[in-house]
């Protein structure tokens, strides 16, 4: 990859640069206009990873992070990690960013902050400001916000440098999630989930949880950034499917802010959109360089970084549910997934679709079985073999010595046949919409079905 910029790469971002800090400036003649703000943050973003993850990537080279592309003829060493600049770039924007949503609050609530046609007073103001109009609940959403990524991005570097093993590092999120579980605990503390029509005359209309809703936070917090770093394999899929996420994110929100009337939820799917936009910014500049053929890997820190992001905006966005309608694949690898991560099938250390270096396309890769299975594994697998859901392969006793991989990537595979790297991914990404969409409309149609109200109409 070359690591120098050409110049009409040059010339376009450093006018994607120079709109952005111009539209910026503009915003403080008005209100601050934070959701301007934040999409111009977002070009910022945009034009910095980009720059950065070309300039960077022989530095990452020399210091030893780079990887072979395994799914080619040539299997060249290109740099790894480069999810980590996107990360990096990612949290010095939203830091940069804390103050604009809070614009309008710190002028009104300063003494002579530009509103000095207004009058307040004396025993309405302490020591120069309102402090109590300053809305403190919602400066701690965002900077407990950046304490779990920050936490999170640690992770994906360590695991990164030191290939941190799986059980040691599966449930690392769930503590980087304790900064905006406090903060939920604080500012919103709401712990009861809401009964399907047919089963309130047996548990009534509400149903309190109490310390296990935030067991089940917690939970969300340790899914979101492990699924994404599960299904990984082929160039692109770990960014492409992150951005189909985060726009269906944005779509959510933006039902709830195009109401005709001032949504009691509107400060949350601000919060949202002041998360996702800035992430998609930099996840656009990532994908530019790593999808089908790949120039850099994104390694683990990108991976746990955008699952942070989402589990973030599902918490404190106060719509953990909706996020995992718009999980389904990933919800669906993991517990496909299961018995190779529990160990009940042997695990190889990756399960990326095998390369066929004949045909360039890719197949399902497999599990030998050095020891015949309990017969109890054995049935299993015949009988999802039977299922087409997965492929078993057997000798003349009829005992299985070859399984393929329980990955979404390998059982597609399974499915359609083999597949070239970027029609694998295109097909991934497809379904990843289809079902996100689905997912958007159950939760906002056919949830009225089984209760009383959706909360896109309260």
Same mark, same amino acid.
């Given at each position: ?16 640069t ?20 934040s ?28 990887g ?16 980590a ?21 710190l ?12 009058v ?25 916000a ?37 903060v ?15 089963l ?23 899914f ?13 899929i ?10 269906l994110?944005?779509?959510n ?54 699952g942070? !992001?989402?589990?973030?905006? $599902?918490?404190?966005?106060?719509? @953990?549910?909706?996020? *995992? =309608?718009? #999980?389904?694949?990933?919800? &669906? ?12 099938i ?8 095998r ?21 109890i ?15 078993v !392969?057997?000798?003349?006793? $009829?005992?299985?010595?070859?399984? @393929?991989?329980?990955? *979404? =990537?390998? #059982?597609?595979?399974?499915? &359609? ?14 379904l990843?919409?289809?079902?996100g ?8 149609r ?5 209760f009383?109200?959706?909360?896109l109409?309260?």
């Amino acid at each position: 990859m070359d690591s120098a910029l050409s110049f009409t790469e040059t010339l376009s971002l450093l006018s994607l640069t120079l709109a952005c800090f111009g539209i910026i400036a503009n915003t403080f003649s008005g209100d601050g206009e934070p959701l301007i703000a934040s999409l111009a943050f977002s070009g910022i973003a945009f034009s910095s990873s980009y720059s950065m993850i070309r300039w960077l990537g022989p530095t990452f080279m020399k210091a030893g992070l780079k990887g072979k592309d395994m799914s080619k003829v040539h299997k060249k060493e290109i740099p790894e990690t480069m999810g980590a600049i996107c990360a990096v770039v990612y949290l010095l924007i939203i830091i940069v960013f804390v103050p604009f949503p809070f614009y309008k609050d710190l002028v009104v609530a300063t003494s002579g902050g530009g509103n000095r046609d207004v009058v307040f007073e004396a025993q309405t103001v302490e020591t120069g400001r309102l402090l109590h109009r300053f809305p403190h609940s919602k400066l701690a959403s965002y900077l407990s916000a950046i304490l779990s990524l920050q936490s999170a991005c640690i992770l994906g570097i360590g695991d990164d440098l030191f290939d941190i093993r799986w059980r040691h590092k599966f449930f690392i999120p769930g503590v980087a999630s304790i900064p905006i579980l406090t903060v939920y605990f604080v500012d919103f503390g709401v712990t009861q989930i809401v009964i399907p029509k047919p089963l309130q005359p047996y548990f009534g209309s509400l149903f309190e949880l109490g310390f296990l809703y935030y067991v089940y936070m917690a939970a969300i917090a340790i899914f979101c950034p492990n699924s994404i770093n599960i299904l990984a394999g082929i160039n692109g899929i770990e960014v492409s499917q992150s951005l189909v996420i985060a726009f269906l994110l944005v779509i959510n929100d933006t039902l709830y802010l195009s109401t005709p009337y001032l949504h009691p939820a509107t400060d949350s799917h601000l919060f949202s959109l002041y998360m996702l936009l800035p992430f998609i910014g930099v996840s656009l500049a990532l994908w530019w360089h790593n999808w089908y053929p790949a120039r850099v890997f994104v390694g683990d820190t990108y991976c746990y970084f955008a699952g942070m !992001v989402f589990a973030v905006v $599902g918490i404190l966005g106060h719509f @953990s549910k909706t996020l *995992l =309608l718009l #999980l389904i694949p990933q919800i &669906f690898n993991f517990v496909y997934s299961m018995p190779q991560l529990f160990r009940l099938i042997p695990c190889p250390r990756h399960r990326l679709p095998r390369f066929n270096a004949r045909t360039g396309l890719l197949e399902p890769s497999v599990t030998l079985w050095q020891q015949p299975p309990k017969p109890i594994i054995s049935l299993a697998l015949k009988l999802l073999h039977k299922l087409r859901l997965v492929n078993v !392969v057997t000798n003349q006793e $009829g005992q299985i010595i070859e399984s @393929s991989n329980l990955t *979404l =990537l390998n #059982l597609w595979l399974v499915w &359609f046949g083999p597949r070239r790297e970027d029609r694998l991914a295109k097909d991934i990404l497809g379904l990843q919409v289809v079902c996100g969409l689905l997912g958007l409309f159950v939760r906002h149609r056919l949830a009225l079905w089984i209760f009383d109200a959706d909360n896109l109409t309260v």
